[in-house]
């Protein structure tokens, strides 16, 4: 087993631990919230799922510029490998979101600008994955899907600026470096850290896993490439 | 309501883990793809080479 | 100097081909009639809700038929490779990109002009109240509709499957200026003012065409050199 | 200084190395033919002298300059697969069109002169959608020529072309190599390139397998080079 293997093993294991004692503690040690009751809990999933969305896609956006820059293959496998997370990460969101929504709002979806955004972000994403299954050439296929991941960033910017633009139903920002502090309790914002820490660790064995694909993937292209040559 | 509020918590979080387990599922069956694709490939060269 | 003059060369080969055939704008237009049309039957239309809707309905139209012809803009040149003559020639890829911006813009206007005369007859709408504002909104958000339509249709000319594709990616993309524009024209035909709260979807719109535009500009050398 | 001058040039698809370590160079006033098979590489190699492709790793030099570069799009003339010029425009406004896009200087005069060059006066009114083949092909032959280039790139310009077209392009050819312009043909249409080649290279899956002068025997045996340097 090579050290990349381990490596990804070690960072699902302690994320898998991490997200254990973290549940033990929300479960059983917070108290209910006063207003929300038991359901305030989806919070602690559902706001370091976005987190790891906007990581995942600035990251995908980082790496899709220096993809542009030093036209190195690696930078594409990460664009896309963050992507997909992202992706995942958007949908976990949206449907945590959603079943906190039906038991606070009664409703399950609503058209509040920052419910928009997030699904407007989603489609664009799984219309970046769309086009890179439609072009070929692997060489090609970065170039182009990079461009597009840039222009897609523009969409998770007005997600995140959404509840500052528009009056919306959603909260509004909770942790101290958008608010200033003093809008939650600090044990439940040590805890969104956590479990933003415990997914972070998660979502990044993913990555590691999906970008060992990715360098198979490319491996496949050449051979085939190889195959017609002859 | 406060029962009901608390099985909606538990779909949140059912849900949530439920949408990642099946991503790494599909990312499992796509890596037997790839190598079964990697696989014939490699033979099919191989083959040509000999002949 | 010569950014300008190359881009406005282009502009006006792709009109005169345009304007030539008519293939594309025809369709649009009459599309754009048929869901005119097709909104009568989706709602009874009283006057009152209506105005409510129209810029809604106003941009889905536009939208839609609008795509018509940015996916023609850069297909038009594949006929006979003419986009790799037009890419080796010392024309730069943003002057390139800026000229047929600007003729899908003013044809995609053009077929605007046409429709809202044709909305108000129908649905008994007077959209006159505040003309030089709505031809305002018109311009700015059709430039940012154009500016992403010609440049996903640039990204996506070489694609096997560019009719399924260009939609998907397209229109997500133009919901901010979308947004922006429904809004606004919603409340220019009911007659009110642009002001207080609502300056906010003007600076959207503007901003858009900014960030757009730039964005353009900066990466359309890259997708056209493979 | 060679008029085009290419050294350790890559390009890949993915993982996959369509040219490898391409190194040559054309001095002003020969003509170059590339052959070779088939998916060897020419095709990729002009599209990246046209500057239409990045390469991966290498330095291109075509009059001193880079290929993207404004003024070295310029100097270069292009005749591909395709003919590319507009079927809705008539011949006048598509050399008119070109001529300003290189910015000539006197648009109405070279626009008119190419069209007679090339037997199309007759017609300069009339729309292109309306030409017949070789008509078409001789008009995308004036659009090449139009602003008088100093290095002619022609990827199989020989294969789209009739017998009469073929003709005309041989001549203006030597023409443009008498009066110092610089010619870069990909064929594998032997017999035509090498009748007017100064010198030949073949490439063979992505490799550069030989340059060098076009010599007799290969002008009475074109098959010669390929029994020589590619493989069966």
Request: charged letters at 20%.
């Amino acid at each position: 087993m090579g050290t990349r293997n381990k490596l990804i093993y070690l960072l699902a294991a302690l994320g898998g631990l991490l997200v254990i004692r973290n549940l033990y503690v929300i479960l059983l040690q917070f108290p209910d919230e006063a207003a929300q009751g038991a359901i305030y809990r989806i919070m602690f999933f559902h706001v370091p799922c976005w987190f790891i969305c906007f990581t995942a896609f600035l990251a995908a956006g980082v790496a899709s510029i220096l993809y542009l820059w030093k036209r190195r293959m690696v930078f594409d496998n990460v664009a896309v490998s963050a992507v997909e997370i992202g992706v995942v990460f958007t949908a976990t969101g949206l449907v945590t979101g959603s079943i906190w929504a039906r038991v606070i709002w009664g409703i399950w979806w609503t058209w509040d600008p920052r419910l928009t955004w997030a699904f407007i972000t989603l489609l664009v994403y799984l219309g970046y994955l769309m086009l890179r299954r439609a072009i070929d050439d692997p060489t090609e296929r970065a170039k182009n899907s990079a461009v597009l991941c840039i222009f897609a960033f523009v969409s998770v910017v007005i997600t995140y600026k959404a509840i500052d633009w528009w009056r919306t139903q959603h909260p509004g920002a909770v942790l101290s470096f958008r608010t200033g502090g003093g809008n939650i309790e600090p044990a439940w914002e040590m805890m969104l850290l956590w479990n933003f820490l415990a997914l972070g660790l998660i979502a990044a064995a993913v990555l590691l896993i999906r970008l060992n694909q990715e360098q198979v993937r490319r491996e496949v292209d050449g051979l085939r490439r190889r195959v017609h040559e002859l | 309501m406060d029962e009901r509020n608390f099985t909606f918590m538990f779909y949140g979080l059912a849900a949530a883990w439920a949408i990642l387990a099946a991503y790494v599922v599909y990312l499992g069956a796509r890596e037997g793809k790839i190598r079964r694709q990697l696989e014939n490939l490699r033979r099919m060269l191989e083959e040509r080479d000999k002949t | 100097m010569r950014f300008l003059r190359q881009a406005g060369t282009i502009a006006v080969k792709d009109l005169k081909a345009e304007l030539r055939t008519k293939e594309a704008i025809n369709a649009s237009l009459s599309f754009a009639l048929v869901i005119l049309l097709l909104f009568s039957f989706a709602f009874d239309p009283t006057a009152e809700q209506t105005r409510e809707i129209s810029g809604g309905l106003l941009w889905l139209v536009f939208a839609f038929a609008g795509a018509l012809i940015l996916n023609r803009s850069f297909s038009r040149e594949q006929a006979n490779d003419c986009l790799d003559i037009l890419v080796a020639s010392p024309v730069s890829g943003a002057a390139l990109f800026i000229g047929k911006a600007v003729a899908n813009a003013i044809l995609i206007l053009a077929v605007e002009v046409v429709c809202l005369p044709v909305f108000g007859v129908f649905y008994n709408i007077t959209w006159t109240k505040r003309p030089w504002w709505l031809l305002l909104v018109l311009v700015l958000a059709t430039w940012g509709l154009t500016v992403i339509g010609t440049m996903f249709s640039a990204l996506t000319v070489n694609l096997r499957l560019r009719e399924l594709m260009l939609p998907v990616l397209v229109y997500p993309m133009m919901i901010p200026s979308l947004m922006a524009a429904m809004q606004l024209t919603t409340l220019l035909i009911a007659g009110e003012p642009v002001t207080g709260e609502d300056i906010v979807w003007l600076r959207l719109l503007i901003g858009f065409d900014i960030i757009f535009t730039a964005l353009g500009i900066g990466l359309v050398e890259t997708v056209l050199v493979n | 200084m060679s008029a085009v001058a290419v050294r350790d040039l890559w390009k890949y698809y993915g993982d996959y190395p369509a040219l490898r370590e391409i190194t040559f160079s054309a001095e002003q006033g020969t003509c170059l033919a590339v052959l070779g098979r088939n998916g060897a590489g020419k095709t990729t190699l002009l599209r990246i002298l046209c500057g239409l492709s990045r390469a991966a790793r290498g330095e291109i030099r075509i009059l001193g300059r880079s290929a993207r570069h404004p003024e070295t799009r310029a100097r270069v003339g292009i005749l591909g697969h395709g003919i590319g010029i507009y079927d809705e425009l008539s011949a006048m406004e598509n050399l008119r069109l070109f001529a300003r896009l290189y910015g000539l200087a006197d648009i109405e005069n070279s626009a008119r002169h190419w069209l007679e060059r090339t037997g199309l006066a007759h017609v300069r009114d009339g729309l292109v959608r309306e030409f017949s083949r070789g008509m078409r092909q001789r008009l995308a032959v004036a659009r090449a020529f139009l602003h008088a280039p100093e290095v002619l790139l022609l990827d199989e310009p020989f294969t789209a072309l009739d017998d009469r077209a073929i003709a005309m392009l041989q001549d203006l050819l030597r023409e443009a190599l008498d009066r110092g312009a610089t010619v870069l043909m990909s064929t594998h249409q032997l017999r035509e390139a090498l009748e007017l080649a100064t010198h030949v290279a073949l490439i063979s899956r992505g490799r550069l397998v030989h340059t060098g002068e076009r010599t007799a025997e290969m002008l009475a045996d074109p098959g010669w080079l390929y029994r020589h340097y590619g493989e069966a």
